[in-house]
């Protein structure tokens, strides 16, 4: 069940040049015409349509956010949902953890049980927990699906968390 939210609605407003001096990534994305921006935008729609309500408004929310902390942030938790989903997994917004965390994900199939996943983005300091078992093995199924949703916006500093 998805939603019906465009994030990034036409404009006649594009350009070819590069990214201006102070201008936000969202900005730059939904403007631009070069090739790379045109395939985001088109991405990121159609991951966004995929995303269930309620969840999607405060995801697409901050995907138009001129901050690009909020907008790298919100691009990858979409990022993970739609990896996860393409690998086959049952994805659930919006949970809670036994120990009362909210977690952006949970994540499970009937194989392998379930785990929690919160998608955050590192400016500066990183520090991942090892992922127990059941964890590790669904996230070497991911691998096939994996690429570098970084290199288009030039941003590297993605992080995947997991708990049992």
């Not at 631009?32 to 995929?50: E, H, K, L, Q, Y």
């Not at 096939?144 to 968390?161: R, S």
């Amino acid at each position: 069940m998805g939603s019906s939210v465009v994030v990034f609605e036409e404009t006649k407003e594009r350009r070819l040049g590069p990214r201006q001096p102070g201008q936000s990534r969202y900005e730059w994305v939904r403007t631009s015409d070069r090739a790379s921006c045109v395939r985001g935008r088109a991405t990121i729609n159609a991951w966004a349509s995929r995303v269930p309500e309620p969840a999607v408004q405060a995801l697409s929310r901050r995907l138009r956010s001129h901050v690009d902390t909020e907008f790298l942030g919100a691009l990858f938790e979409l990022y993970v949902y739609s990896l996860f989903k393409a690998a086959g997994f049952d994805v659930t917004c919006d949970s809670t953890t036994p120990q009362g965390s909210k977690p952006d994900f949970c994540i499970g199939d009937a194989r392998s049980g379930s785990f929690y996943v919160e998608a955050t983005t590192d400016h500066g300091i990183s520090a991942l927990n090892q992922p127990d078992e059941a964890a590790s093995r669904m996230l070497d199924r991911l691998a096939p699906y994996i690429k570098i949703v970084g290199h288009v916006l030039n941003v590297h500093d993605f992080a995947i968390g997991c708990q049992e």
